[in-house]
């Protein structure tokens, strides 16, 4: 007599299979079409974006300037990050993370729908020195932060052609809950994404050189 019985966890497995398949196949087109995006929208932004004036001038004494040519944001570093406008969206400025070949447009403000367009700041600022951006876990985005490494360069350049230049301090893994351990610290810049599946995040700890 045919034992019939496993039959229904043979189509159950290979159910999962495809659904796992088609997830899979789903995320890589996602990055795909982020990254296309991404390209348009630097491209964008690079267009608007003025040739910095003192690439560097964190690190020059203010003396060394002349004080009609300091950035407005070293003599106030509590103004609001200015922005440009794309396809709708407000962006701050342009993310390089060259041992990734990553160059991505920041949105100013985040929710889960711009994540799915850009990464996004999630609070704080490049001028206080407290910035946090967020992206979603696509390869085009941060899926790939991992890679990183203590010594990793970072660099973010301002809507107003400012650039600021960041190493990688340290890695961490914090749970989704954990909102104070990742807004607490002082770090200059916090890059963070959820893991496949969302069970935790990888953080980036970066400090301005």
């Known amino acids: 007599m045919e034992n019939n019985g496993g039959k229904p966890l043979i189509w159950t497995g290979l159910l999962l299979i495809a659904a796992a398949l ?9 990055s795909e079409r982020a990254e296309a ?9 690079e267009e608007v974006i ?4 003192h690439p560097e001038t964190a690190l020059i004494p203010e003396p060394a300037i002349p004080e009609e ?11 609001e990050m200015p922005t440009e406008t794309v396809n709708g ?14 160059k991505l447009p920041v949105m100013s403000t985040w929710s889960y729908p711009r994540l799915r367009v850009a990464p996004c700041r999630y609070e704080g600022s490049v001028y206080s020195r407290n910035l946090i951006l967020a992206a979603h876990n696509y390869n085009s985005h941060f899926g790939r932060l991992r890679q990183l490494h203590t010594g990793s360069q970072v660099t973010f350049t301002d809507v107003d052609g400012n650039i600021f230049s960041y190493e990688v301090i340290s890695l961490e893994t914090l749970m989704p809950t954990a ?20 069970r935790t995040r990888v953080v980036v700890r970066c400090a301005l050189i």
Request: hydrophobic content about 35%; charged content about 25%.
């Open 22 to 30: 088609l997830l899979t196949g789903y995320n890589m087109w996602e």
């Open 37 to 45: 995006e991404n390209k348009v929208i630097v491209e964008q932004l």
């Open 50 to 53: 003025p040739e910095p004036t």
């Open 69 to 79: 040519e300091i950035p407005d944001y070293i003599l106030n570093p509590n103004m």
């Open 89 to 102: 969206y407000e962006y701050i400025g342009v993310l390089e993370i060259p041992e990734l070949e990553l």
């Open 179 to 198: 909102v104070e351990e990742m807004e607490s610290g002082d770090w200059d810049l916090t890059l963070f994404t959820c893991t496949v599946g969302g």
